[in-house]
Each structure stands twice: as structure tokens, then as C-alpha cells.
């Protein structure tokens, strides 16, 4: 059964980098799109962009000057950074496995946290 | 971007009760639109995708419907573990978006 594991640091001041990586268990890594999606109570989800195996992106433009997301296939992993987080970027961050029209296959979530 | 409005934003319902959530999208998005579920605490889990395709292993008492703007999503028999709150999504372009979710609780 296809596991999603993610982790990163959840704790983070103002201006810093949030980075997170996911790891694929179980499942191919191959022709797939991966995703990041974040939940807050007041936003609700919020999809932060894809990557496909051949590594193309597209990220929410409300975003995307902070964002880059990256594949190493040789460990079956992903990765999200977001630059120069405020509050406003405190959410439960989730990474995803699925075809390009829906993510199917979710990680655990990771809370992260914006405080200096 | 693609403005996904659910209704009702929360529903109080019994065990084997019929429950209907609809999902409007600010434009037509053809019939990429999908469901999901989420517990407190847990991940979003997908239920229906491409409007009423169901994903392996989610019981057959879930159905969706819809096409363009108006999706539906429909629990036959409502069961205990169905208690949840529900969220509707387009994969039709980017950037991807959800609805605001559906909260079914217990009457």
C-alpha cells in the first residue's frame, strides 16, 4: 500500500525558509504529479503547486514568488520551500500523490508554525 | 481563479439518512471535479474524482454527479464513519481549488 511520509521543521521565524520533503513508500514514483496543499481554519485548503516527474511545476501565482518544488527520483522524494514566510504561511502542510487533475494519496500533514 | 462554493456549509444528520452536498464552480470546469473527505485531525482522504468515478475502496453508498458548474454529491444510508467534514475540488486548471467544505454531523 502507497504511504506518503513527510517532515520539516515545523517551528519558524519570520523571513526564514520553510522546507518540507515527502517520501514516497510502497508505490512508483513515476507518472505521477506531485502536490502541496495547505489547510488553515481560515483559508481552508489551499493547493501551493505540483511537479510531474519530468520535474515541470506550476504553482499557485498567489505564491509563486516563494515557491520551488523539486523531485530526487533516486529516493523517491519531494520537496516544497517557501522563502520568506510571515504568519500568514502558519498552516497544516500536506504533500500528495496523484494524476494531474486530483490528488489522490496524501501524507501525514506537518503543522508549521510562523512566531517570532 | 475558479471560486468553488459548497452548500450547506453544515448539515446535521441521522444514521441511514439520504445526505446531498452541492458543489458550484465559478465557471464551467467540465467534469473534473472530485471529493473529499477529512476527519479531524487527518488528511483529506479522496473519495470520488472526475465528477462520479469512484475510488477503490470507498463504499458504493457514496455518488457524485454533475457536469460544468453544478456537482453534486450524494451518501445513501448514511453510516457513522461518514461523519466528516466534505470538500469539493477542481482539477481543471490551475491554480487548483476547493471548496469551503460541507460538515455532516449528528442530529
Known amino acids: 500500500q502507497v504511504q506518503l511520509q513527510q517532515w520539516g521543521a515545523g517551528l519558524l521565524k519570520p523571513s526564514e525558509t520553510l522546507s518540507l520533503t515527502c517520501a514516497v513508500f510502497g508505490g512508483s514514483f513515476s507518472g505521477y504529479y506531485w502536490s502541496w496543499i495547505r489547510q488553515t481554519p481560515g483559508k481552508g485548503l489551499e493547493w501551493i503547486g505540483e511537479?510531474?516527474?519530468?520535474?515541470?511545476?506550476n504553482y499557485n501565482p498567489s505564491l509563486k514568488s516563494r515557491v520551488t518544488m523539486s523531485l530526487d527520483t533516486s529516493k523517491n522524494q519531494f520537496s516544497l520551500k517557501l522563502s520568506s514566510v510571515t504568519a500568514a504561511d502558519a498552516a497544516v502542510y500536506y504533500c500528495a500523490r496523484g494524476g494531474v487533475y486530483y490528488p489522490s494519496i496524501w501524507g501525514q500533514g506537518t503543522v508549521v508554525t510562523v512566531s517570532s | 481563479d475558479i471560486q468553488m462554493t459548497q452548500s450547506p456549509s453544515s448539515l446535521s444528520a441521522s444514521v441511514g439518512d439520504r445526505v446531498t452536498i452541492t458543489c458550484r464552480a465559478s465557471q464551467n470546469i467540465a467534469g473534473y471535479l472530485n471529493w473529499y473527505l477529512q476527519k479531524p485531525g487527518k488528511a483529506p482522504k479522496l473519495l470520488i474524482y472526475?465528477?462520479?468515478s469512484l475510488q477503490s475502496g470507498v463504499p458504493s453508498r457514496f455518488s457524485g454527479s454533475g457536469y460544468g458548474t453544478d456537482f453534486t454529491l450524494t451518501i445513501n444510508s448514511l453510516q457513522p464513519d461518514d461523519f466528516a467534514t466534505y470538500y469539493c475540488?477542481?482539477?481543471?486548471?490551475?491554480?487548483?481549488?476547493f471548496g469551503q467544505g460541507t460538515r455532516v454531523d449528528l442530529k
Open positions: 472526475s465528477t462520479s
Open positions: 475540488h477542481q482539477g481543471f486548471t490551475t491554480p487548483r481549488t
Open positions: 511537479i510531474n516527474q519530468s520535474g515541470n511545476t
